[in-house]
């Protein structure tokens, strides 16, 4: 035991150590830097009610980017999320339109959004598509389906009042709901099996089916969690919003989603990435989105100030890391 | 993913640069932010001089909520909402999804709640997702009015935009005098839209009602100009026998006229029409390639909904909003050319303010 006048700069030594020795928490270090800018420009950036709204805009993308992390650590990509985080939001609508109880419902639909999920993992593992095509071509299909059960026309979301605040529609539940399940499959992907096989098989394919891992399950798997968790997200935003609409989600969420992952330290060639940071990087997007909304800024210069924002929090991101490796630290990204 | 490599001597030795390193990345990124940010400093409430004879007041600042914020049918919208706040000395922000996503809509219509805006005018593209937002933004007294687009049992103050049925209504019953038996073609480009569903609906009826024997096929076109150009072409291509082709939405009615010239319609006695003054539409109107096309005068759409939003204000919701109908005005080929030789921010086709003599 050290004495304790020794232990605390070790201690800090080793915050400090932690703090730049893990990839998602230099991208945390841009999180909290631009929540502090927006904090001291925008007055009303800190209110309770700015909070909340914060959280719907990080939720969604959240969600659907931890799935999207297991798939791409995988070596995989699935285009098709956002549309199925439209087609979950009618499954569910006719499911209770004809009379399942609504919990029953949920499960269903989901299950529904997993079957999706199996048919792109099947179709890219045993037929042998790459991911890209096989998710793009159900991207469309998908969306077809969507538009054509519907009739193109948005419904009332179902529920009664528990039902709605627990599943999106009350003040924080979104949040929580991403908050919750990130930290839930961040355990999964650090602390089980799946998990160490998920880096392995995108590491190292080969290597991985030579050592006996069943690598197609293993990505097939990753498929049905990305497009189960897909399905979630869009029933939450569906009971959130009160309205079910057909062309909710679709490429916005997918980039959105491919963009919070990559940020937060996903490699999009696979072997490496975590959950946490892809939900940091949902942050930096959110943040940036609600930040410059609330400083008024219109539509035709927000793209223009968003794509700049993030050029600008990625560079510094890799200036923070570069800084890192030269002092020492090797490792991968 | 593990870095944990690397002596403790050297931890303790790197420690200071490296907190230097964060600090200087942050200082970075919190400068480059408040270089980006300096666009919209206009945008920060200033005391007003008080436009003409209205009182003094803070600047205030109005929020347009809208669903397809690039599209060029809204640039009116926007020079009428820029002209209504330069004389009444405002601020407008113009925001909402680029893709009719109804999320990304109601978040923008949250955070003007959240930044307690003085005023909100939304285009209501969804029976009930506005509804909930509608009564948070009255209920912290920020006065709604919907523009463009609009849904019943929405507790806004008031609608400025067409009457949507009723020019589907009209556009019926000007089919049916074109076209008076046969086969004839509705293009929608996202069917269930609110600010275009309506219409077609009320296309449909005055058809019906007319008893006229007309066959109707209706084809979404979907929401880009150059998808809406090829399924337009496409339909005719297997649908040889159509009589007539017009639609409802803007970029659709554009591809109905260019369709018609491509394959010289026109020869074989083809009806065409639509909606909105795209300057292809017009230009294609003028060369008598369709029929007519309906202006809902987009500029009006946002010009009043400043007025009102501020008379709102400084009467202190005594007065100042009422419902408004921007009208049903049938576009002709005789009238092509005037919109044509004046450029307008009426229109969006010039940025210039002037003043256009009426019958040049």
Known sequence: ?333 | MTDRDGTPEAHSRLQISRRAALAGGGAALVAALAACGKSSDDAEGEEGQGAGNFPQTPKYRFVFVNHVTTNPFFVPTQYGAEDASALLKTDFQWTGSEKADVAEMVNAMNTAITGNVDGIAIAITDQKAFNGPTEKALEAGIPVVSYNADAPGNARLAYIGQDLFLSGVEMGKRIVQLVPEGKVALFIATPGSLNIQPRIDGAIKAIKDSGRPIEYDTIATGAELNEELSRVDAYHIGNKDVKGLFAVDAGSTQSVAQVIQKYKLRDEGVKGGGYDTLPKTLELLQDDQIDFTIDQQPYLQGFYPVVQLYITKISGGLTGTGEMNTGLKFVTKDDAGTYMANPSRFEGSSEDQKVIRSGA
Not at chain 1, 73 to 86: K, M, P, T
Not at chain 1, 133 to 152: K, R
């Open chain 1, 1 to 333: 035991m050290a004495p304790e006048t020794a232990a605390a700069p070790s201690a800090s030594a080793r915050f400090a150590e932690l703090a730049l020795g893990r990839r998602e928490l230099s991208i945390a270090v841009v999180a909290i830097a631009l929540y502090v800018y927006f904090l001291n420009t925008v007055v009303d950036f800190a209110s309770t009610a700015n909070l909340q709204t914060l959280g719907t805009f990080i939720a969604a993308t959240a969600i659907v980017a931890a799935g999207q992390v297991f798939l791409m650590i995988s070596g995989e990509i699935d285009l098709s999320v956002g549309q199925v985080f439209a087609l979950t939001a009618f499954v569910l609508y006719f499911l209770t339109d004809a009379g399942v109880p609504i919990m029953l419902a949920v499960v269903i639909a989901l299950i529904s959004a997993a079957l999706i999920g199996l048919f792109n993992g099947v179709v890219t593992t045993v037929i042998g598509v790459s991911s890209f095509i096989t998710t793009l071509g159900t991207f469309f299909l998908l969306n077809g389906l969507t538009l054509t059960i519907s009739d193109g026309r948005p419904v009332d979301t179902p529920g009664g009042e528990t039902f709605t605040n627990v599943f999106g529609g009350g003040a924080y539940s979104g949040i929580l709901w991403a908050i919750g399940l990130v930290l839930a499959l961040q355990l999964v992907l650090m602390r089980t099996r799946w998990g160490l096989h998920t880096f392995a098989v995108g590491g190292n394919l080969l290597g991985s089916r030579e050592a006996g891992i069943r690598v197609r399950w293993v990505k097939v798997r990753n498929f049905m969690l990305a497009s189960t968790l897909a399905g979630f997200a869009g029933i939450l935003e569906a009971v959130r919003i009160t309205s079910t609409d057909p062309l909710a989600g679709g490429s916005g969420i997918m980039f959105q989603a491919i963009a919070a992952a990559v940020i937060g330290g996903t490699l999009l060639a696979g072997g490496s990435g975590t959950v946490i940071g892809a939900f940091i990087g949902a942050c930096v997007l959110g943040i940036l989105r609600d930040g410059f909304t609330l400083q008024g800024v219109s539509a035709f210069t927000f793209d223009l100030i968003l794509g700049g924002a993030i050029l600008v929090a990625m560079a510094v991101d890799i200036y923070v890391t570069r800084f890192r490796h030269r002092g020492g630290r090797g490792g991968a990204i």
